[in-house]
């Protein structure tokens, strides 16, 4: 098969990447071996310049054996525009949508952010005060490749977003999974998500977490790194392969523990959250009430 048929579609900091990674070591499963393709998600030009062969080359090593081919790329759920082009090319396609309290996913994706190098305000509170402005266009950090990128508000509102697959794709077709329930019972999720994919119950791996909240011990490897790829993309250049800028951004980054937001920034989440939790409860028939605790 030289294109996928499942796709991981999001959220960001659900726990997509760890997910991913689990499945790529599954012997009746093939998963791109670049993360986040977001070749569908055009409505995102920066965050992928594949051509159509270029993308279909991530899985020309597919082999009869894999049943289940995907890939993973986090911001497919907040497009507008991906899910009608997967449909295009793959009409029975399958999806995992990973989804977590909006409360505790927008300061994590604040995070990610910063240590991308698209947020240039460390402080969760004051990134947060600068909402309304940068959906108009304003006060957007120098080196954001996309302003939707740090619009965490809008890019934290699962339901809104779950709902508006649902409307292009039968719900059979897609699969729920939250994060807290992982974290909770893994193996009974995994269960879950193998044999959503129709797949052998396998589970001769270690559930490792990836993607943890990082910092760069060294930023100007980081910027270093974003101008390479910026350059590359530019010019149509093939990576080089020597792995040498992916040594020395191993190098320079650390995990990092983030603070806790304060009580009252807390609760104006939760007030601002409140009625996409609702609608996330209606169309996964749970109960997040919890989700609500200030």
Known sequence: MNHPNFFIIGAPKCGTTSVASWLSQHPEIYMSPTKEPHYFSTDFPVLSSLSRSDYLG????????????????????????????????????????????????APSLHWQAVFTGDEDVADFSMAWRLQDARVSGEALPKGCRDGKLVEYHNACRLGEQLNRLYRTVDQERVLTVFLEDIQR??????????????????????????????????????????????????????????????RLARSSVQEAERKPINQP?????????????????ELTGRDLSHWKTV
């Open 58 to 105: 991530l899985f020309a090593h597919a082999r009869s054996e894999h049943t289940a081919v995907g890939e993973a790329s986090v911001w497919y759920l907040r497009s507008e525009v991906a899910i009608p082009r997967i449909e295009k090319q793959t009409p029975k396609a399958r999806y995992i949508v990973l989804l977590r309290n909006p409360v505790e996913m």
């Open 185 to 246: 019972d893994v193996h009974r999720e995994w269960a879950r998500i193998l044999e959503f994919l129709g797949v052998s119950q396998w589970t001769d791996l270690e559930f490792s977490t990836e993607n943890s909240s990082k910092h760069w011990r060294r930023p100007w490897v980081r910027d270093l790194n974003r101008f390479y790829s910026r350059m590359r993309r530019r010019l149509g250049v093939p990576p080089l392969g020597w792995g040498i800028m992916d």
């Open 265 to 281: 920034l807390r609760s104006e989440l939760v007030q601002t959250f409140s009625d996409d939790i609702d609608l996330l409860a």
